[in-house]
């Protein structure tokens, strides 16, 4: 399989016309729809209970929300030399990757090579080359992080994988488990690698009438997606009452789902993202983001339910 970049990706421009964004956003939301409705429980460490077997149906439950402080954001511009401060994230730490589509860290023969056999499966099942290549771009990515960030060759690297975008991985050096996920939205493709369990949320307006879209409303589709992958696709139904609040940082009680933290995270445009963690979260590094970035949204109260 190469990594050579086909003609119809390379001619892309940064900004999308709303026509190949219909095309290729409409697959991409068509194909992570069925991957997740198709992905069940992992085993991680979250506690999470598995429903491989059987999935019971979803309860209403009594939730709460309460806003939190939000945590420290550090910046810092996307090169192909691996930062020197970057290291494996901590308790209460987040590691977040933004990068384009087409972006790769190495030369694609190189990045070719580093693909496990059922990555490279997967990639071949893609239904088109323009998925297909995201995929790579994707995991070619998280290898080479993960590579650097446990000391390994990015070929190396054990990346435990459910069958989604959902990874997970342990440093051979203490045992303990990272966990990962991936999101993407338009030419974005954003990675997060925390030390508890998360889930990414990332919504592009499609084109044509969700031009017109709320922005509150694509924030509140962005939180329900990250807890949705967080929540590996649990049975449970969610107040979208506590995902519309004006908050960007806030704590989420779903009884016997657990407590979950909830970050807005800051995009570009009309693009809006989210991330969900079972363990709060103070310090947020933020590779391929702008130095000058900064949480746009202020704290705010819920409305009355």
């Known amino acids: 399989m190469s990594l050579d970049p086909d003609p119809e990706i390379a001619a892309l421009p940064s900004a999308r016309s709303r026509d190949d964004s219909r095309d290729s956003n409409a697959a991409a939301d068509a194909l992570d729809a069925r991957g997740r409705m198709s992905r069940l429980a992992s085993d991680m460490e979250s506690g999470l209970e598995s429903t491989a077997h059987t999935t019971p149906p979803a309860r209403t439950t009594a939730h709460t929300a309460i806003v939190t402080d939000e945590p420290a954001f550090t910046p810092y511009p996307l090169s192909r030399h691996f930062p020197r401060h970057a290291a494996l994230p901590r308790a209460r730490e987040l590691q977040l990757w933004r990068f384009r589509r087409e972006w790769l860290p190495v030369p694609v023969q190189e990045g070719d090579t580093w693909l496990s056999r059922s990555e490279r499966e997967r990639a071949r099942l893609h239904p088109n080359a323009a998925l297909r290549k995201r995929f790579i771009s994707a995991r070619v990515v998280v290898r080479w992080i993960v590579g650097h960030l446990l000391g390994c060759e990015p070929r190396d690297v054990d990346l435990h994988d459910n069958g989604g975008d959902r990874l997970r991985v342990r440093d051979p050096r203490d045992g303990h488990g990272i966990a990962i996920d991936i999101a993407y939205g338009g030419i974005w493709i954003v990675i997060g690698i925390a030390a508890t369990p998360l889930g990414l949320g990332v919504v592009v307006p499609a084109?044509?009438?969700?031009?017109?879209?709320?922005?509150?409303?694509?924030?509140?589709?962005?939180?329900?997606?990250?807890?949705?992958?967080?929540?590996?696709?649990?049975?449970?139904?969610?107040?979208?009452?506590?995902?519309?609040?004006?908050?960007?940082?806030?704590?989420?009680?779903?009884?016997?789902?657990?407590?979950?933290?909830?970050?807005?995270?800051?995009?570009?445009?009309?693009?809006?993202?989210?991330?969900?963690?079972?363990?709060?979260?103070?310090?947020?590094?933020?590779?391929?983001?702008?130095?000058?970035?900064?949480?746009?949204?202020?704290?705010?109260?819920?409305?009355?339910?």
């Not at 962005?222 to 967080?230: E, G, K, Q, T």
């Not at 004006?246 to 570009?268: I, K, Q, Y």
């Not at 709060?280 to 409305?303: C, D, E, F, L």
Request: proline share 8%.
């Open 207 to 305: 084109p044509g009438f969700a031009l017109d879209e709320p922005s509150d409303e694509s924030r509140r589709r962005a939180r329900h997606d990250s807890l949705r992958s967080a929540l590996r696709d649990a049975p449970v139904v969610i107040d979208q009452l506590l995902l519309s609040g004006e908050a960007a940082s806030f704590a989420l009680d779903l009884a016997e789902h657990g407590e979950w933290h909830m970050l807005d995270l800051p995009m570009d445009g009309q693009v809006r993202a989210a991330v969900a963690l079972a363990q709060p979260v103070t310090n947020v590094w933020m590779i391929g983001w702008p130095k000058r970035t900064k949480q746009a949204a202020s704290p705010a109260a819920y409305p009355e339910r």
